[in-house]
C-alpha cells in the first residue's frame, strides 16, 4: 500500500537528487493508476517523477518540464506502444504523452 494512492508511495516520486520536493498533482496520481490499470495491473514504478530545477538540469530535462511542477511521470510498462496509444484515445488532447522503447512519459499540465 502506498501513502499517496493504493499502489504509489512517495518515496518513488522523489526528486532522486534528495532534496525532498516530493509533492505530486492529485491528477497525476489518479493518472498513474489508470496507467496501472492499463498495463493489466502490473507493478509500476516511477524511473522519473518529481525533479527539482538542478536535478532536471543535471538529466538533460527540458526547461519547461512538467517534472518540475509535480505534474509528470515516466513509466516503464510492459508495452508503451499500447498504453500510449490507450492514453491518447482516452484523452486525446488534455494530457501529455511521449513514447520511448522502455517506457512512457504522462503528465497532466495542471
Known amino acids: 500500500m502506498g501513502d499517496l ?65 509535480g505534474c509528470a511521470l515516466d513509466l516503464p510498462v510492459e508495452d508503451p506502444e499500447y498504453v500510449y496509444r490507450t492514453l491518447s484515445y482516452l484523452f486525446p488532447n488534455s494530457l501529455g504523452l511521449g513514447l520511448y522503447p522502455t517506457f512512457i512519459h504522462v503528465d497532466t499540465r495542471e
Open 5 to 69: 494512492s493504493r499502489h504509489l508511495s512517495r518515496h518513488e516520486i522523489a526528486c532522486k537528487c534528495g532534496c525532498g520536493f516530493d509533492r505530486l498533482a492529485p491528477a497525476t496520481i489518479i493518472l498513474f493508476e489508470l496507467v496501472r490499470e492499463i498495463n493489466n495491473y502490473r507493478p509500476l514504478i516511477p524511473t522519473s517523477g518529481c525533479r527539482c530545477y538542478a536535478h532536471n538540469q543535471a538529466v538533460g530535462g527540458y526547461t519547461n518540464s512538467q517534472h518540475l511542477d
